[in-house]
């Protein structure tokens, strides 16, 4: 899976709708202290399904909503859209909007869709929240120090088996 496009409006520091085309290859983002490099990151995570608000560094999941500064007043919502193409080439474009209030809702290509579906689009393309791929600052001493099971899970996610734990637990469950 390849990330091709990335539109952010309303999104932590993200206030003004901002676009990014991302191209082949390794991606490094740069830029002064406080400019938004995490945030970039976490929004990458979070339109792929992040459900825990401390690794969004935030107390709850609204907190990802822009909330406001001296001189502009919060958002209402916080949206995220990230064009993607998959392993056999398909193009699909996911979005993730939460409203403050209203929680957060999914659409893939236009399409509502529920957020074990999102799951499962990133879970098996081997990538998704929390991809060994996306490595943000301190994320390199949390693999060494690892311990060995946990190692396994970032393995099985990065060998693109991870989708399979989901799978199999979705068809335990019914
Ligand atoms: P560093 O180089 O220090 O790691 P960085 O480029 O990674 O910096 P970020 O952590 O991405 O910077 O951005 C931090 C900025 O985002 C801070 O100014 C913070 O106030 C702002 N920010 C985070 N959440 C929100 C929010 N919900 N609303 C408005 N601004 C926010
Ligand atoms: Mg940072």
């Given at each position: 899976m390849r990330i091709r496009r990335l539109k952010l409006s309303g999104f932590k520091s993200f206030v003004e709708p901002a676009e990014l085309r991302i191209d082949p290859g390794l991606t490094g983002v740069v830029g002064p202290n406080g400019c938004g490099k995490s945030n970039l990151l976490e929004a990458i995570r979070w339109v792929m399904g992040e459900s825990s608000p401390k690794s969004m560094r935030g107390g709850g999941m609204e907190d990802v909503i822009f909330a406001g500064t001296a001189s502009r007043p919060p958002r209402a919502f916080a949206e995220v859209v990230i064009q993607v193409q998959t392993a056999d080439a398909e193009d699909l474009e996911v979005v993730r909007r939460i409203e403050r209030g209203a929680g957060s809702a999914y659409r893939v290509n236009g399409r509502d869709v529920r957020a074990k579906d999102v799951a499962l689009i990133f879970a098996d393309a081997a990538t998704?929240?929390?991809?060994?791929?996306?490595?943000?600052?301190g994320r390199i001493a949390a693999v060494i120090a690892a311990k060995p099971a946990e190692r396994r899970a970032m393995l099985e996610e990065a060998a693109g088996i991870a989708g399979l734990h989901v799978r199999r637990k979705d068809a335990e469950t019914k």
């Open positions: 998704g929240a929390h991809s060994p791929a996306l490595v943000s600052q």
